[in-house]
């Protein structure tokens, strides 16, 4: 059974960089058919997805984060990360990796758990 | 803001019917049939309930139905169970090769 886990540090002062791990277990993140995904949630408010990865490194980003966010994958690892740079409050939420289905269906059906990430000083 | 609307909440009694709306535009529901839905209770990660518009994963309940017409998707949920009660949220492929959600839902059950 599939399963995703995120990792990270809880706190990131304003201004440096948020890096979080997302490691897969179960099945291979190189399958040549699935991508895999970035969301976030703010407190109180809704999700927002970040950017989406392939195992052969092609990217899918918002355009509002395109210049802050970098995914990258790790297939000897069976992981792929997120660094958001430049951090401020607002990046303040409740972070996910998932596994967004393959041949186009641009849905996430399996999820991690989440982890929660605080922009402060 | 949001790029697809949703009302902020819905409610109805147990056992009866209620639909979400999700309103968007010619650039993501309207040009694409992309459309899923995510059922997330207090303090969980969502679950993925409906994709590409109207097909339910495997091992989620056919009480949950949905539709597309222009420029607006709608989730049905039939015979309204307590444990319905949740946040959902619509999200749609939009151009290009990006993905929106919607502001979420909540459900309660009276």
């Known amino acids: 059974q599939l399963q995703l886990q995120e990792s990270g540090p809880g706190l990131v002062k304003p201004s440096e960089t948020l890096s979080l791990t997302c490691t897969v277990s179960g099945g291979s993140i190189s399958d040549d058919y699935n991508w895999w995904g970035w969301i976030r949630q703010t407190p109180g408010m809704g999700l927002n997805w970040i950017g989406s990865?392939?195992?052969?490194?092609?990217?899918h980003y918002i355009s509002s984060l395109r210049s802050r966010a970098t995914i990258s994958v790790d297939t000897s690892k069976n992981q792929f990360s997120l660094k958001l740079n430049s951090v401020t409050a607002a990046d303040t939420a409740v972070y996910y990796c998932?596994?967004?289905?393959?041949?186009?269906?641009?849905?996430?059906?399996?999820w991690g758990r989440g982890t929660r990430v605080t922009a402060s000083s | 803001q949001s790029a697809l609307t949703q009302p902020a909440s819905v409610s109805g009694s147990s056992g009866q019917s209620i639909t979400i709306s999700c309103t968007g535009t010619s650039s993501n529901i309207g040009g694409h049939d992309r459309v899923s839905w995510y059922q997330q209770h207090p303090g969980k990660a969502p679950q993925l309930i409906i994709y590409e518009v109207i097909r339910r994963p495997s091992g989620v309940s056919n009480r949950f139905s949905a539709s597309k017409s222009g420029n607006t998707a709608s989730l049905t949920i039939s015979g309204l169970q307590t444990e319905d009660e949740a946040d959902y949220y619509c999200?749609?492929?939009?151009?290009?090769?990006?993905?929106?959600f919607g502001g979420g839902t909540k459900v309660t059950v009276l």
């Open positions: 999200a749609s492929h939009g151009d290009v090769n990006i993905l929106v």
């Open positions: 990865i392939f195992y052969s490194g092609a990217t």
């Open positions: 998932a596994r967004q289905v393959g041949g186009g269906v641009w849905a996430f059906d399996i």
